[in-house]
């Protein structure tokens, strides 16, 4: 018998150049957004959500020259529901007291179109991370 899963998604598993900078980043704002800390090993670490988690692992030196760019071929950008556009706002005021550049910000919130309440950023590794707004 099939168990019920909360979620389709099961894990997305990203490769990081520095994971102990990865898991920094990472760790504040999945943790902002409801997930919790799951598996941590020596290289690797993990956040989970229902039946969903988001997986870091230390790119293994041979790997690390070749440089990411998310608009070449493979992922583009991470987007999450936020709770609400208060949420949204806290987490760009945040981002900005960390030092973290807004991505579009001379059209933030509406950078997605005028009924798309999001903020945009990058990670360590520039991978673009979006959060939204429920309508």
Not at 24 to 49: H, N, V, Y
Not at 123 to 131: F, G, L, M
């Amino acid at each position: 018998m099939a168990q019920s899963k909360t979620s389709i998604l099961h894990h997305i598993e990203i490769n990081v150049t520095n994971l102990k900078e990865s898991a920094a980043f990472w760790g504040w704002i999945l943790t902002e957004l409801g997930f919790t800390r799951f598996q941590t090993w020596p290289d690797g670490i993990s956040w989970k959500m229902g039946d969903t988690y988001l997986v870091f692992v230390q790119t293994k030196d041979k790997y690390r020259h070749i440089p990411y760019h998310r608009c070449a071929t493979g992922l583009n950008h991470l987007a999450f529901w936020g709770k609400s556009r208060n949420f949204v706002n806290e987490i760009a005021g945040k981002l900005k007291e960390k030092g973290i550049p807004l991505l579009y910000e001379d059209r933030y919130p509406y950078a997605g179109g005028p009924s798309h309440y999001a903020v945009f950023f990058e990670d360590p590794n520039r991978i673009k991370v979006e959060i939204v707004a429920p309508d």
